[in-house]
């Protein structure tokens, strides 16, 4: 019986010929990514020794990653602490893969680890952030877990108790038209399989669309891929994922792609041809709640946001800057952009976008989850709306039960920017 | 005694955010944690807070309940209040979470309950005693009862360290 990528992963994790799906496996991890709740990552996997008489020291520092994202800089006493603690764990422990607060090498993990080489084609990667579905853009097997399961990895190597997943392959065909992108397609899919439409499942991404998807598309694809319930996304590795890890992400030694048997047996497949695709609104208050921009085109809306694990990427910053380059924003709103890592920050700096923005009359803020998750600057008054390309609009996500979240694309939220209102980008909204 | 009572329902889709909104997280030690379970619903969370819910009430609510972000916060915040999650069905992360910090969840598919009911939860059925209605329950994966029985992940764990050769 032929396997799925994941399948094929998982096996060779687990030191086994073949698994099946719902096997309990326990793969080896190759890396083991967490943020500032390294913080409760570290009170856990203490807990672990307690009165064991071992001395709590994790399997293998070079395969742990900690990069601070969510609070940066620190927004009170208490995260200014618990970063202080996790670099004293780090400098006690070796741990090299630490990413603090800086301009140079900071940012968000979803984007620090590819933009590193961290992660490889056919790798186990866990990560303490449910997003960690991002790196299966690499063609590496990626999934969140909690806390208390991370210091059971930096504990014992791999992960307890895996069930091997079903995979839904998801075939998508056509060229994308002007203004439509990854994140129009990743919002439409999770409108058409729901919420929880692929839980305890693996979206695996196959067609022409996606060969043609550069790699910072596909980790839009993938980032999103939790938000249909899914364990992971998948981008089996091709000649993009190769070009990536050698030109962007300095990886220079060889690498070796899994894809799919031919006779791979999925649950199920789903097609999409993205040719007629219309730019995509995920509104209040869950992600399946998907509509196409003309059906709520001319809401106002308070403020808007670019930037995130999901949408903080130089081609996203790209099309925001080409779309607000001598414009500026409507006075009826305001614009906060988020680059995902300094680097990024850097490039956007060089390109000249974060002029055109600034120009513009947005806010360009340092990399990191800023706003996405409400616990860090750009919070919402009363009855506020925001149009943000971050992943998920559930009640009180930014910060306030009381406001409203919309999802989009960078070309909607820039066209939107201009007006004030959610604007098609399509013709005269993107000029 | 009397069957444990239903003291919140919801609807489907709960996230994490809901159970514990992002701006606690810098909260993270689960001693910590229980005064922000539902901050949110305001009315709940002081209920909570004023012991007026006993140990092993039980929350109801529709399909994948802990849906979102994998914040460990969302289990030890309702691990705290010792409440009983019973639903249609849970996110995954959120359920790997409850397994590993030993908050009971109960997926009973179609469960149906009001306020004040009282829910009998067995091995294989919750009984709502209140309107005799009955809801089968469905099981835990073994792979994931075996962490329950052994008391949670860290325990689970601490054995594998301890007994290398109950490992792989």
Redesign the interface.
Known sequence: MGMTVVQRILARA??RSEVAVGD?V?PAVDLAMSH??A??VI??FR????D?G?EPRPWDPSRIAIVFD??VPAE?P??AT?QKRVREFVAAQGITRFHDIRGDRGGICHQILPENGYVRPGAVVV????H?TSHGALGAFAF??????M??VW??G?A??V?VPATIRVNVSGAMPPMVGPKDLILHLVGVLG??GA??RVLEFHGDAIRAMPTSGRLTLCNMAVEA?A?SGIVPADAETLRYLKEEAGVLEAVHPVDADPDAAYERTVDVDVTALAPQIACPH?VDNVHPVGDVAGRHVDQIVIGSCTNGRLDDLAVAAGILRGRTVSPSTRMLVFPASGRIYQQALAAGYVADLVKAGAVVMNAGCGPC???HEGALGDGEVALSTTN?N????M?N?ASEVYLCSPAVAAASAVTGVITDPRGEGGR | MSAPAVVLVLGDDVSTDVIYPGRYMATVLPSETPQYAFADLGAFNRRLAAGAVPAGSVVVAGKNFGCGSSREQAVSTLKGHELVIVAESFGRIFLQNAVNLGLRLVEAPGVKAAEGDELAIGATEVVNVTSGRRFAVRPLPAARQAIIDAGGLIAYTRRRLVSPAEGR
């Open positions: 687990s030191g309990v326990e500032e709740n913080a409760l009170n856990q807990e672990i020794y307690r064991t071992i969510h609070r009170s208490k995260t618990n990560g303490t952030d449910s960690t969140g877990i909690g806390a208390t399961e210091a059971s504990a014992l791999y307890v108790n069930e919420a929880a839980t305890f319930g364990t869950t998750l409400g616990v998920r559930f009640k009180g996500r910060g039960p």
